[in-house]
């Protein structure tokens, strides 16, 4: 166990320090990337807040699809590789028209429509309502 | 921070030293280069703007130069003749001055062009009260300006590389072709909305029977404007020979809306003035399945062109923070390819 403060509140500090101290002070170009730096410090907090329990929901839904193991994976490297292989697995059946019509169609566009709506929740927020 | 630290072999001041030395050659006389500047945006070209001095004459100008080591390979001479051809055919572009191949003198190939003074932040352009003349102004004037690219003389002498690459497939089928060919090669990883995107188009390529100059940029966030409306069109280095309505199809990705999401086309108007400003401009129907299909294209393009720029990062060719979070922009392509497909 870590001491005070928490990644998030590290992260924040950072941010922080890009947005009130760095940026006014650089030209044009660089504070379009500082801009840039801070919103990715904000994906990272996202994306550690979310990851694991978004992982075992992905996994979930893939092994309904594509089939896998009873359970998923219980440490987060094993579940990341999981999900990881079943989704190559789902882009090979997609390739092969497996998913271009019927209850499997729709399945796989409703798996993906929210596996990617999952991402943007981690990358971009506004753009899902959360 | 080392953003775009490495992209450049030579020092602004070097830069600045060896551009003045070229450009006191080419003028037979002393130049001095002064206020020379990066400017922002722009992660696929590097863009300067400075002035040059001649005894007592001051002129603006900018420098258009490949970052040395780039993944997206294109030739600075093409985009220099392109501009020229463009400019006789009565679209507003900046007038090019000067090209250099040699890639010893500045690094990599580049060429100078006036500057045009005027605005490029397409979010200014969408939401600043100064600009809301040119934001009435702009469809029908980018209409027209994309029915003049389209009708750029292919016959041009310089133009001969673009006619070079005619193919027997058409353009839309290319396109779907060399997307995927780049997608399988470099995606770290698998995803299932762009392979649904793949089978969607390739069950609806369009017959596409026109072949024109495309610009294969053409967007807000390429020209610069000013409160009374179009100054210039820029960025032409994606340019090509292929079906002119990849131009109109790409302006309405949702991306090039900068948020105005009520507005398709290019977060200015819907898709139906603007095509229909097109249709007057060229003489020529507009195939609304067709420019569905090209803006599907369009984003499923855009999307891959994040993984190739996140790669350019992660790969060490050009270490760039702007670089590295475009590879979590995919997501919102993906969503976007999703809903257009639907149904």
């Given at each position: 166990?870590?001491?005070?403060?928490?990644?998030?509140?590290?992260?924040?500090?950072?941010?922080?320090?890009?947005?009130?101290?760095?940026?006014?002070?650089?030209?044009?170009?660089?504070?379009?990337?500082?801009?840039?730096?801070?919103?990715?410090?904000?994906?990272?907090?996202?994306?550690?807040?979310?990851?694991?329990?978004?992982?075992?929901?992905?996994?979930?839904?893939l092994a309904g699809l594509v089939g896998g193991e009873t359970e998923p994976p219980v440490r987060l490297a094993a579940l990341r590789a999981a999900v990881r292989e079943l989704t190559e697995r789902l882009a090979q059946r997609i390739q092969r028209g497996d998913a271009d019509a019927g209850d499997f169609g729709r399945a796989v566009r409703a798996h993906v429509r929210e596996t990617v709506v999952e991402k943007l929740r981690v990358a971009n927020p506004k753009l899902v309502g959360? | 921070?080392?953003?775009?630290g490495r992209s450049t072999s030579i020092t602004p001041t070097e830069l600045g030293e060896r551009l003045s030395a070229w450009l006191g050659a080419r003028a037979g006389a002393p130049v001095v280069v002064d206020e020379l500047k990066r400017v922002p945006g722009g992660a696929s070209r590097e863009t300067w703007a400075f002035m040059a001095a001649r005894g007592d004459t001051r002129e603006r100008l900018v420098l258009r130069r490949d970052p040395p080591g780039h993944v997206i390979?294109?030739?600075?001479?093409?985009?220099?003749?392109?501009?020229?051809?463009?400019?006789?055919?009565?679209?507003?572009?900046?007038?090019?001055?000067?090209?250099?191949?040699?890639?010893?003198?500045?690094?990599?190939?580049?060429?100078?062009?006036?500057?045009?003074?005027?605005?490029?932040?397409?979010?200014?352009?969408?939401?600043?009260?100064?600009?809301?003349?040119?934001?009435?102004?702009?469809?029908?004037?980018?209409?027209?300006?994309?029915?003049?690219?389209?009708?750029?003389?292919?016959?041009?002498?310089?133009?001969?590389?673009?006619?070079?690459?005619?193919?027997?497939?058409?353009?839309?089928?290319?396109?779907?072709?060399?997307?995927?060919?780049?997608?399988?090669?470099?995606?770290?990883?698998?995803?299932?909305?762009?392979?649904?995107?793949?089978?969607?188009?390739?069950?609806?390529?369009?017959?596409?029977?026109?072949?024109?100059?495309?610009?294969?940029?053409?967007?807000?966030?390429?020209?610069?404007?000013?409160?009374?409306?179009?100054?210039?069109?820029?960025?032409?280095?994606?340019?090509?020979?292929?079906?002119?309505?990849?131009?109109?199809?790409?302006?309405?990705?949702?991306?090039?809306?900068?948020?105005?999401?009520?507005?398709?086309?290019?977060?200015?108007?819907?898709?139906?003035?603007?095509?229909?400003?097109?249709?007057?401009?060229?003489?020529?129907?507009?195939?609304?399945?067709?420019?569905?299909?090209?803006?599907?294209?369009?984003?499923?393009?855009?999307?891959?062109?994040?993984?190739?720029?996140?790669?350019?990062?992660?790969?060490?060719?050009?270490?760039?923070?702007?670089?590295?979070?475009?590879?979590?922009?995919?997501?919102?392509?993906?969503?976007?390819?999703?809903?257009?497909?639907?149904?």
């Amino acid at each position: 166990m870590q001491d005070r403060p928490t990644v998030q509140e590290l992260l924040i500090a950072v941010r922080e320090f890009l947005e009130t101290d760095v940026m006014p002070n650089l030209d044009a170009r660089r504070s379009f990337h500082a801009r840039v730096a801070a919103n990715v410090l904000g994906i990272v907090g996202r994306e550690l807040e979310r990851e694991e329990e978004a992982l075992v929901a992905e996994w979930t839904r893939l092994a309904g699809l594509v089939g896998g193991e009873t359970e998923p994976p219980v440490r987060l490297a094993a579940l990341r590789a999981a999900v990881r292989e079943l989704t190559e697995r789902l882009a090979q059946r997609i390739q092969r028209g497996d998913a271009d019509a019927g209850d499997f169609g729709r399945a796989v566009r409703a798996h993906v429509r929210e596996t990617v709506v999952e991402k943007l929740r981690v990358a971009n927020p506004k753009l899902v309502g959360a | 921070m080392a953003t775009a630290g490495r992209s450049t072999s030579i020092t602004p001041t070097e830069l600045g030293e060896r551009l003045s030395a070229w450009l006191g050659a080419r003028a037979g006389a002393p130049v001095v280069v002064d206020e020379l500047k990066r400017v922002p945006g722009g992660a696929s070209r590097e863009t300067w703007a400075f002035m040059a001095a001649r005894g007592d004459t001051r002129e603006r100008l900018v420098l258009r130069r490949d970052p040395p080591g780039h993944v997206i390979e294109s030739s600075r001479r093409q985009e220099f003749d392109l501009l020229q051809a463009a400019a006789a055919a009565g679209v507003p572009v900046p007038r090019v001055r000067w090209c250099e191949d040699d890639r010893a003198v500045l690094g990599a190939a580049f060429f100078v062009m006036d500057f045009v003074d005027g605005e490029t932040l397409a979010r200014r352009l969408l939401r600043d009260d100064v600009y809301a003349p040119a934001r009435s102004a702009l469809p029908e004037q980018l209409a027209t300006a994309a029915a003049r690219i389209h009708a750029i003389d292919l016959a041009t002498p310089e133009l001969a590389f673009l006619a070079a690459t005619r193919s027997e497939t058409t353009p839309a089928a290319a396109e779907v072709d060399r997307f995927e060919g780049i997608y399988r090669a470099i995606t770290p990883e698998p995803h299932p909305a762009l392979e649904l995107a793949f089978r969607w188009l390739r069950a609806r390529i369009p017959p596409g029977t026109r072949r024109t100059v495309v610009h294969g940029d053409f967007r807000i966030g390429n020209v610069i404007f000013g409160p009374e409306g179009l100054r210039a069109v820029i960025d032409w280095e994606l340019s090509h020979l292929g079906d002119p309505i990849e131009d109109l199809g790409w302006l309405c990705v949702r991306s090039w809306r900068f948020g105005a999401d009520d507005r398709p086309a290019g977060g200015l108007c819907d898709r139906e003035r603007f095509f229909q400003a097109y249709e007057r401009a060229a003489g020529v129907a507009v195939d609304r399945g067709a420019a569905r299909w090209w803006e599907v294209c369009g984003n499923l393009k855009w999307a891959i062109m994040c993984i190739m720029q996140m790669r350019t990062h992660t790969e060490g060719h050009v270490r760039s923070v702007e670089l590295a979070s475009l590879g979590r922009r995919v997501a919102e392509m993906e969503l976007e390819l999703l809903e257009l497909t639907e149904g």
